[in-house]
């Protein structure tokens, strides 16, 4: 079965740029869609971009202009870029297959929080 | 403020039945399914249900959706301890062209 594993750094500072991994394992990279989703945490869920099979993109328009979200297939990695993160950019950050015709997240990968300090 | 609309919080005893609404409208429930998720404390979500009615393989037959509209719901018959979560609705939202959630709703097994 298919199996993601966030990586990346916890702490931030403000202004800089966020950059998180996404290992697969259990299946082939190229044959799925991916996703990133956040929660700030105690909050709810905030989906962030998907990057398709035939490497297109589609991002939340509240985020687009900061974001970008590529796969790298040799390493069979999903990634999130995150530019000038603010302290309203602290969340747990999940990467996600984007199954079936509505794109629905599964499964998860365990999340990694990230905060934005100084 | 969450495209879609869920109660904040529900509870109900062992074996009871309980059903968690979302409502949305026409840009996202209106023209599209509904997919449902879980999140037990401290873990990552987990698909419940989607396309409105359909079980993901190891989702107990206790689990329930349905969709009306502009409004969905999920039902939880027999509710058990296990069951104690936070539960998210979402949809595909035309206007947004991707997916929102419901603010989500606390279920609580007393």
């Known amino acids: 079965q298919v199996q993601l594993l966030e990586s990346g750094p916890g702490l931030v500072r403000p202004s800089e740029t966020l950059s998180l991994h996404c290992t697969v394992s259990g299946d082939s990279i190229s044959r799925s869609d991916w996703s990133w989703v956040r929660q700030v945490p105690g909050k709810g869920l905030e989906w962030i971009g998907y990057v398709y099979k035939d490497g297109a993109t589609n991002y939340n328009p509240s985020l687009k202009s900061r974001v970008t979200v590529s796969v790298d297939t040799p390493k069979s990695q999903v990634s999130l870029r995150l530019s000038a993160m603010t302290v309203a950019d602290t969340a747990v950050y999940y990467c996600a297959r984007a199954a079936g015709h509505n794109k629905r997240f599964d499964p998860w990968g365990q999340g990694t929080l990230v905060t934005v300090s100084s | ?110």
């Open chain 2, 1 to 110: 403020q969450p495209a879609l609309i869920q109660p904040p919080s529900t509870s109900g005893t062992p074996g009871q039945r309980i059903i968690i609404s979302c409502s949305g409208s026409n840009s996202n429930i209106g023209s599209n399914t509904v997919n449902w998720y879980q999140q037990v404390s401290g873990t990552a979500p987990r698909l419940l249900m989607y396309s409105n009615i359909q079980r993901p393989s190891g989702v107990p037959d206790r689990f329930s959706g349905s969709k009306s509209g502009t409004s969905a719901s999920l039902a939880i018959s027999g509710l058990q301890s296990e069951d104690e979560a936070d539960y998210f609705c979402s949809a595909w939202d035309v206007s947004v062209n991707g997916p929102v959630f419901g603010g989500g709703t606390k279920v609580t097994v007393l």
